[in-house]
């Protein structure tokens, strides 16, 4: 068994690192003030040619393997975990899906934007009454000649107001339930798309999330993603991939706030001496270092199923996405008890881990769908 990245693989890594201490850090805490999207860092990463990391080459992305893409995601949220959503969101549940069950004129349309930076995409699936049953959506589609009309509230969408084409999942056929879902490429354009409400959240404060309202919005076939009745699967096998992304975003979140906790208690005093040579605090790091450590073997064991392409991989990657992200949730609450009041204090960038790590457990799929999920695969097997 090899643990190790390959030579490419960590050469992205040192240069993801070595580019977020510079570029995307510094700024990391005064956007999450402001609630400013990251425009600058994101100029950045297109002309790293990282905003379609997972596309391929050939349409003009950096065509990196799953692993390849969950080293660079962790690198990113470890400075702003609200750009790596905004990557992350982009590249796994919007390019991925149009790589994946595309056809040809539906790639060659989108993945050269949407790897030059030029466009950003988001997916659309949760609604104001439907999250974990994702199946029983309301929003309808109809066909009228070669136009399907949608109509209905999308809600909780990554990359609002700046991204340019979403996967929006309709009931093509209501009553057959996950049958009758369609998956469609809609632009924000389109006549009878609108952008809603922008949502006011505790973290992930420079990403944009909010509602997409659809009415009577015109679709040209042309975009239909897959045939009708496909799109339940299109969006459960997007989910497979997209909780990779969102469990290497825990493991780089968790990672920031394990290194500012060790800054932090080096330097920091209390009867006379710094805090790191008291054992309450030794032991709290290197739990939060272990409990890293094994989420990150969980992200690459799910990355490398995924990238073997010939196995099932649904379980590992709910497994990944459970205990990284629950994981995380206590690792920020750790770096918040060791920076003591100054973890609470909007100075210390671990307050913004601690509600950045928050929604990990609830964006594509709860903790508990994950343990559904896993659970349903566990019965199934014996
Ligand atoms: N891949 C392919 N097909 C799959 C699949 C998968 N991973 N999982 C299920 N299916 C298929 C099943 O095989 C089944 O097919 P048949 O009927 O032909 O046998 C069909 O889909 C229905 O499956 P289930 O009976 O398991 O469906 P269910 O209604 O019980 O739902 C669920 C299963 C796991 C609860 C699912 O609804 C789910 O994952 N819910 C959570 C949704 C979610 O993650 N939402 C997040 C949205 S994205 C977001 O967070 C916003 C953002 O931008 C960050």
């Not at 070595?18 to 510094?26: A, D, H, L």
């Not at 968790?254 to 920091?268: K, M, P, T, V, Y």
Request: charged residues 25%; hydrophobic residues 40%; proline residues 3%.
């Amino acid at each position: 068994m090899d643990f190790a990245l390959t030579e490419e693989q960590g050469l992205l890594r040192d240069t993801m690192r070595e580019f977020v201490s510079r570029e995307i850090s510094p700024e990391a805490g005064e956007l999450d003030r402001l609630s400013q999207f990251p425009s600058r860092a994101i100029q950045r990463l297109a002309e790293l040619g990282l905003l379609g990391m997972a596309i391929p080459e050939a349409f003009g992305g950096a065509g990196l393997d799953t692993l390849g893409s969950a080293v660079a995601i962790e690198e990113i949220a470890r400075g702003s975990a609200s750009l790596a959503v905004t990557v992350s969101v982009t590249n796994s549940v919007c390019a991925g899906p149009i790589v994946h069950f595309g056809n040809e004129d539906q790639r060659r349309r989108y993945l050269p934007r949407l790897a030059k930076g030029e466009i950003l995409g988001g997916f659309s699936l949760t609604e104001p009454d439907s999250g974990s049953d994702a199946a029983h959506l309301r929003t309808r589609a109809s066909l009228e000649g070669d136009t399907y009309l949608l109509t209905g509230d999308k809600a909780w969408v990554s990359n609002v107001q700046v991204g340019h084409v979403f996967v929006v999942l309709a009931a093509t056929r209501p009553e057959q339930g996950s049958h009758g879902l369609t998956a469609f490429l809609v632009e924000r354009d389109f006549p009878g798309f609108s952008f809603g409400k922008v949502e006011d959240k505790m973290g992930l404060r420079s990403s944009l999330t909010g509602s997409l309202e659809l009415q009577d919005c015109r679709v040209p076939v042309a975009n239909r993603l897959g045939e009708e009745g496909q799109g339940f699967k299109i969006a459960m096998a997007t989910l497979d991939g997209a909780r990779i992304g969102i469990a290497a975003q825990a493991v780089g979140i968790a990672r920031g706030a394990l290194q500012e906790s060790i800054a932090f208690a080096r330097q920091r005093k209390a009867f006379g001496r710094p805090i790191c040579q008291f054992q309450a605090i030794q032991f709290m790091l290197a739990d939060m270092a272990t409990a890293i450590d094994a989420a990150r073997l969980l992200v690459h064991r799910a990355a490398h199923l995924r990238d073997r392409g010939d196995v099932q991989f649904t379980k590992e990657a709910s497994m990944a996405k459970l205990f990284a992200t629950e994981m995380v949730n206590r690792v920020a609450y750790q770096a918040v008890q060791i920076h003591g009041a100054y973890g609470y204090s909007r100075e210390y960038p671990v307050e913004r881990y601690y509600r950045d790590a928050r929604v990990t457990t609830i964006y594509e799929g709860t903790s508990e769908i994950q343990r559904l999920v896993i659970a349903r695969r566990l019965l199934e097997s014996v």
